[in-house]
């Protein structure tokens, strides 16, 4: 079976501070990982995928996340963070067996401090 | 078009009422999902559909009933729902077949309904 773990529920940073959330999975075998964003009363955006081509990920809005396998880590991070990124963040694991079965993370709340 | 369209955006019904929420993607997806959304937490996944078939049920209440009337619609249908079912309701889409790195499926959202029950 596959998880995701999202180590801390809520990050503040300030505008223009480096952005790093947390996120570790546990699988028997190496999954898909991918990261979205929720932004208030709305659905979740993709903001990156890993499938297994390149360790490091590079999505939208100016994030990435590295793949580490020795860690089973999927971290995402941002150089810089602008205002705009604040939102809900959820980092998702599925099969590369069973690919119709998502699971979810707790989230992140990011806050952006102006 | 790449969109997941929902409707309605906002639903209140009482605990008696029968109502429907109604899922419409035209990217040629052929899996459909309804995941359950409570404030300040993850999506829940309730039911998937594959190629038109019921293939997840997560032990959901039978209040709710799913239905994929073709593979560019996805209902759920609501009755005798309780307050505690009050949540937002997303649906997903994805290729739903091997495709590029394999199983490598990518869950597309719509924008939700927003079920409030009195």
């Known amino acids: 079976a596959q998880s995701v773990t999202q180590l801390g529920s809520h990050v503040s940073v300030s505008e223009g501070a480096l952005v790093l959330l947390r996120c570790n999975y546990s699988?028997?075998?190496?999954?898909?990982l991918f990261w979205y964003v929720q932004y208030p009363n709305q659905g979740l955006q993709l903001l990156l995928k890993?499938?297994?081509?390149?360790?490091l990920v590079k999505g939208i809005n100016g994030f990435e996340a590295e793949f580490k396998k020795s860690e089973t880590s999927f971290h995402l991070t941002k150089p810089s963070a602008h205002m705009s990124d604040a939102a809900e963040y959820f980092c998702?694991?599925?099969?590369?067996?069973?690919?119709?079965?998502?699971?979810f993370g707790t989230g992140t709340s990011l806050t952006v401090i102006p | 078009d790449t969109e997941v369209t929902q409707t309605p955006k906002h639903l209140v019904m009482g605990m008696t009422n029968k109502k429907s929420l109604k899922c419409e993607q035209h990217m040629g997806h052929r899996a459909m999902y309804w995941y359950k959304q409570k404030a300040k937490k993850p999506p829940e996944l309730m039911f998937v559909?594959?190629?038109?078939?019921?293939?997840i049920n997560e032990s959901v209440p039978s209040r709710f009933s799913p239905e994929c009337p073709n593979s560019s619609l996805l209902n759920l249908h609501l009755h005798a729902l309780q307050p505690e079912d009050s949540a937002l309701y997303l649906c997903?889409?994805?290729?739903?077949?091997?495709?590029?790195?394999?199983?490598?499926?990518?869950?597309?959202f719509g924008a939700g309904s927003r079920l409030t029950v009195l």
């Open positions: 699988s028997s075998v190496p999954p898909y």
């Open positions: 997903a889409s994805s290729q739903g077949a091997p495709a590029g790195d394999l199983w490598a499926n990518v869950l597309t």
């Open positions: 559909y594959s190629y038109e078939k019921l293939s």
């Open positions: 890993y499938t297994s081509a390149a360790t």
């Open positions: 998702a694991v599925s099969s590369r067996v069973t690919g119709n079965q998502f699971y």
